[in-house]
């Protein structure tokens, strides 16, 4: 029987076209700043890498060179909030923290990443008002981020769009008992962060959100109008 290798010889095509993809941006666009002997990726070159149009290698000389990650690189998730937004609607940053102030928080506390989670290393407790009923809202949320296989899981099932995968990899310490586990302030970012870390997937989403409530509102004009009838 004829043995030839032809997936091994597929696969190293592949690594071949994508390093051979890494270079002509660098070429063109080092050629045109005139940069051409200048270490590190050009600004726009980085870009490129960045985005989900990425098409070459994204190796770097790391940590003496360090590039945004690609649009769609996921490692530990996070927890999204609306930030609150001043009259010209933009968010307001909070001076002492330096962060966006919180408004409305995403997670309703439904549980269900924490039940797809492959690891169970999501930890929830769910808000309980003065009148003692649960509340759609989490009062705690525990990541333990040493136990997450970075999967996405929870993200890809979250219904409300409230746990996304971060870009941040820069997260090593020298103690992992208390500082691995992260709980639910540390857990919160923004969406003006998420949006700068994965712009395609903000815009999509916010699209379909959009044309979801626009559909909501067409479908309840005219039970409106026969009301008044
Ligand atoms: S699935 Fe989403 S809304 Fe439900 S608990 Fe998890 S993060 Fe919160
Ligand atoms: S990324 Fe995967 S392992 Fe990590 S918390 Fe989400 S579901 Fe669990």
Request: aromatic fraction near 10%.
């Amino acid at each position: 029987m004829k043995i030839f290798p032809f997936g091994t010889l597929n696969g190293m095509l592949v690594i071949m076209k994508r390093f051979l993809r890494s270079y002509p941006s660098d070429i063109s666009q080092r050629s045109k700043t005139g940069a051409l002997l200048k270490t590190g990726p050009d600004a726009t070159v980085a870009a490129e890498r960045a985005s989900v149009q990425q098409k070459g290698l994204i190796t770097v000389e790391y940590p003496e060179v360090k590039i945004k990650p690609p649009e769609n690189f996921r490692f530990i998730p996070f927890l999204l909030y609306e930030p609150v937004l001043d009259a010209s609607g933009k968010p307001i940053v909070d001076a002492a923290t330096g962060k966006e102030e919180m408004g409305v928080e995403r997670c309703t506390a439904c549980g269900i990443c924490a039940k797809v989670c492959p690891p169970q290393c999501i930890w929830i407790v769910r808000a309980v008002g003065d009148d003692g009923k649960p509340k759609p809202k989490a009062a705690e949320f525990f990541i333990d981020i040493d136990v997450c296989m970075n999967c996405g899981f929870c993200a890809e099932f979250c219904p409300f769009d409230a746990i996304k995968m971060d870009n941040d990899y820069e997260l090593a310490g020298y103690e992992r008992h208390i500082n691995h586990i992260y709980d639910y302030p540390t857990l919160l970012k923004s969406t003006t962060y998420y949006e700068s870390i994965k712009p395609t997937d903000y815009a999509n989403e916010e699209a379909a959100r959009r044309a979801k409530e626009e559909a909501k509102a067409k479908k309840a004009a005219p039970a409106k109008e026969t009301k008044k009838a």
